[in-house]
């Protein structure tokens, strides 16, 4: 599925791609909302609905990935609650072999992510996979999320890279979209970012259930 000798740069978004989108799904649908909804009396039910109303007016923007926006937004202190459940935290199975993988191959290895910085730290802190990276770019760094044609031209000025030597392996298919329109050469779907859900169809892309499949040789 990918010619590694075609290839310079490995960009690898984290949360479905490299750790279980279970982890975030479970914090942002179910814990928030029951945290919230115990802090103001309200039923989960309310709450859930109150607080699925605000995720969708910042749905595609910076802000949606922002645990200090939400924090603020919501009143609570969500870096703490995510890190009361740090624990949760589950790499992919044969993420870390790839990433193994990876280092006997002439590329340099990237992580991409829309995660807060801080979600990012306690993440790469939990699993020991920022041993893998030669960078960690943050969107929040480069004020533009993935999704955005934005991050990648800022992403080139930091990180410069040759897109048609380049392979992206992402659980988005709006980023991957994006990446595709920058001339990324290669991009690669996971079909199946949350392990609780069954793996998902995909047309546009290239996709794998998980990344055994584009394991180097």
């Known amino acids: 599925m990918i010619d590694w000798s075609s290839i310079d740069t490995v960009f690898l978004d984290m949360d479905g791609t ?3 989108l279970g982890f975030d799904n479970y914090f942002w649908r179910e814990l928030v909302p029951r945290r919230y909804a115990e802090a103001r009396g309200l039923s989960f039910t309310d709450a859930q609905a109150r607080i699925t109303a605000r995720y969708q007016t910042q749905e595609g923007a910076l802000a949606w990935y922002c645990l200090d926006y939400w924090s603020a937004e919501l009143g609570m202190d969500l870096i703490a ?4 459940i740090a624990s949760a935290i589950t790499v992919m199975p044969y993420a870390e072999a790839f990433l193994r993988a990876l280092q006997a191959l002439p590329v340099r290895v990237v992580l991409v992510t829309n995660a807060h910085p801080a979600s990012l730290s306690l993440k790469m802190d939990r699993t020991g996979l920022d041993r893998f990276f ?27 890279f040759l897109p048609l030597r380049s392979v992206l392996i992402d659980d988005s298919l709006a ?11 290669q991009t ?4 199946r970012p949350d392990l609780n859900q069954p793996p998902r169809q995909i047309d546009d892309f ?5 990344l055994r499949a584009v394991m180097p040789d």
Do not use: N, Y
Request: net charge positive; proline share 4%; glycine share 6%.
């Open 18 to 20: 490299l750790l279980d």
């Open 81 to 84: 609650l995510k890190r009361e």
């Open 134 to 160: 030669a960078a960690q770019i943050c969107s929040h760094e480069l004020g533009m999320p993935k999704e955005s044609s934005v991050f990648w031209t800022r992403l080139r000025k930091v990180e410069p």
């Open 175 to 185: 980023v991957l979209q994006s990446a595709r329109r920058h001339g990324i050469g």
């Open 188 to 191: 690669i779907a996971i079909r």
């Open 206 to 210: 290239a996709a794998v259930d998980d």
